[in-house]
Nanobody, 112 residues
Framework: QVQVVESGGGLVQAGGSLRLSCAAS????????MGWYRQAPGKQRELVAT???????NYADSVKGRFTISRDNAKNTVYLQMNTLKPEDTAVYYC??????WGKGTLVTVSS
């Protein structure tokens, strides 16, 4: 079993930045990929970015060039640096491990 806990959400003005963190615990040796997903009100959950243990990354087209995913394997933590935020980035952001284990989410609200 793997547990993941998100932190770092909040309210920010359009054009601002936030950094989300996701701390993993439990059977962390089994984690090969971690990712961030988001769900806006009335919409389906969507992929934001993923990163493998080796550092390979993948991004949704909507966030390319603005968001950066990174990981600190020593701290078992994954980060999502979000820059140039837009109101349409408003959502609950969820951390995921191995496309199987989910956190409870952290709310990001971007005001116009």
């Amino acid at each position: 079993q793997v547990q993941v806990v998100e932190s770092g959400g909040g309210l920010v003005q359009a054009g601002g930045s936030l950094r989300l963190s996701c701390a993993a615990s439990g059977s962390i040796f089994s984690i090969v990929i971690m990712g961030w997903y988001r769900q806006a009100p009335g919409k389906q959950r969507e992929l934001v970015a993923t990163i493998t243990y080796g550092g390979s990354t993948n991004y949704a087209d909507s966030v390319k060039g603005r968001f950066t995913i990174s990981r600190d394997n020593a701290k078992n933590t994954v980060y999502l640096q979000m820059n140039t935020l837009k109101p349409e980035d408003t959502a609950v952001y969820y951390c995921n491990a191995n496309q199987n284990y989910w956190g409870k989410g952290t709310l990001v609200t971007v005001s116009s």
